[in-house]
T-cell receptor, first 116, second 114 residues
Framework: EAEVAQSPRYKITEKSQAVAFWCDPI?????LYWYRQILGQGPELLVQ????????DSQLPKDRFSAERLKGVDSTLKIQPAELGDSAMYLC??????????????FGPGTRLTVL | AQSVTQLGSHVSVSEGALVLLRCNYS??????LFWYVQYPNQGLQLLLK??????LVKGINGFEAEFKKSETSFHLTKPSAHMSDAAEYFC????????????FGSGTQLTVLP
């Protein structure tokens, strides 16, 4: 069964360091989402891509976060510099196309980030 | 803007008892509604979804939910809890439209007691 792949699964870093997370969506899925899930809360959308274009990054803290999906397939989320408050689970999801009918979002296993 | 409220951050039931997890939504347009389950250190798995067809929706693992517009609710139920149901459950809402973004509730941790 096709799955969304994410790496690394766990990352420990010190504040002010740079970190990067990688996501490989299900083959053929045009829409890719990055979510941040703080412990004890629900996921919150950071950025949404349609192919290689950003559809919505209104909740992405652009002073330190960046995301790219250069060839419209896999994606990288970067934080530089990391802050203590960035400790969270970072989830990637993909769906076929965010069009006029519903398309299910499939989630990867996430990357657990701890900033010391 | 749409939002969901999950009543009860922790719910405990005995094995074999009814599971009821509550979710109320707020949306200015007809919503799509979802329940996801998350096991420790894993991603989210879709349990079921309401997309304006039948108001009683059946999902995986014996779960079901009923969309009640008059009560703006979408509560999740299962007749008989199993130990393997212990997990965190999230209700989410999405607008019909091109963006398809999900807005999640804060989650309910379900504990199943032997």
């Amino acid at each position: 069964e096709a799955e969304v792949a994410q790496s690394p699964r766990y990352k420990i870093t010190e504040k002010s360091q740079a970190v990067a997370f990688w996501c490989d969506p299900i083959s053929g899925h045009a829409t890719l989402y990055w979510y941040r899930q703080i412990l004890g809360q629900g996921p919150e959308l950071l950025v949404q891509f349609q192919d290689e274009s950003v559809v919505d990054d209104s909740q992405l803290p652009k002073d330190r976060f960046s995301a790219e999906r250069l060839k419209g397939v896999d994606s990288t989320l970067k934080i530089q510099p990391a802050e203590l408050g960035d400790s969270a689970m970072y989830l990637c999801a993909s769906s076929l196309v965010a069009g006029t009918s519903y398309n299910e979002q499939f989630f990867g296993p996430g990357t657990r980030l701890t900033v010391l | 803007a749409q939002s969901v409220t999950q009543l009860g951050s922790h719910v405990s039931v005995s094995e074999g008892a009814l599971v009821l997890l509550r979710c109320n939504y707020s949306s200015s347009v007809p919503p799509y509604l979802f329940w996801y389950v998350q096991y420790p250190n894993q991603g989210l798995q879709l349990l079921l979804k309401y997309t304006s067809a039948a108001t009683l929706v059946k999902g995986i693992n014996g779960f079901e939910a009923e969309f009640k517009k008059s009560e703006t609710s979408f509560h999740l139920t299962k007749p008989s809890a199993h130990m393997s149901d212990a997990a965190e459950y999230f209700c989410a809402v999405s607008r019909s439209g091109s963006a398809r973004q999900l807005t999640f509730g804060s989650g309910t941790q379900l504990t199943v007691l032997p």
